[in-house]
């Protein structure tokens, strides 16, 4: 099992900053329109397991769907850093686009399948 880590990480052009703690156990590989047109791999935190350091004010709400996941893009690069939502129980949750984190290799981490398409 991997390892509780802090880590940093941002959007392309670096406006937008986070810093979260996390052991990338569960990375999703979801077959949902949005992720597969994006190529999006979220792992899902706690809110106070995550924080934004800079760019709030750079952020562009997206909502689609069922408009349940508030996902976080950049204004000026575009890169879908993050989303806000809810689990099934209610929770608050953090859905980290895994991509943004600094010094990341997916190919280092075990994705798991997500059917999307069927939510």
Same mark, same amino acid.
Request: hydrophobic share 30%; proline share 9%.
């Given at each position: 099992?991997?390892?509780?880590?802090?880590?940093?990480?941002?959007?392309h052009c670096g406006q937008v900053r986070f810093e979260c703690? &996390?052991? /990338?156990a569960m990375v999703s590989a979801c077959n949902c329109s949005i992720c597969t047109k994006k190529g999006l791999h979220f &792992?899902? /935190?706690?809110?106070?397991?995550?924080?934004l350091r800079a760019g709030e004010d750079n952020l562009k709400e997206y909502l689609f769907n069922k408009r349940?996941?508030?996902?976080?893009l950049?204004?000026?690069?575009?890169?879908?850093?993050?989303?806000?939502?809810?689990?099934?129980d209610g929770s608050e949750v953090v859905a980290l686009n895994v991509s943004c984190i600094d010094g990341i290799e997916l190919s280092q981490l075990t994705l798991t399948p997500v059917d999307g398409r069927s939510f």
């Open positions: 099992m991997p390892d509780v880590k802090t880590y940093t990480g941002g959007c703690t &996390t052991d /990338l &792992t899902f /935190l706690p809110p106070q397991s995550f924080q349940a996941i508030r996902h976080q950049c204004v000026d690069c575009g890169v879908d850093v993050f989303a806000r939502g809810k689990k099934p």
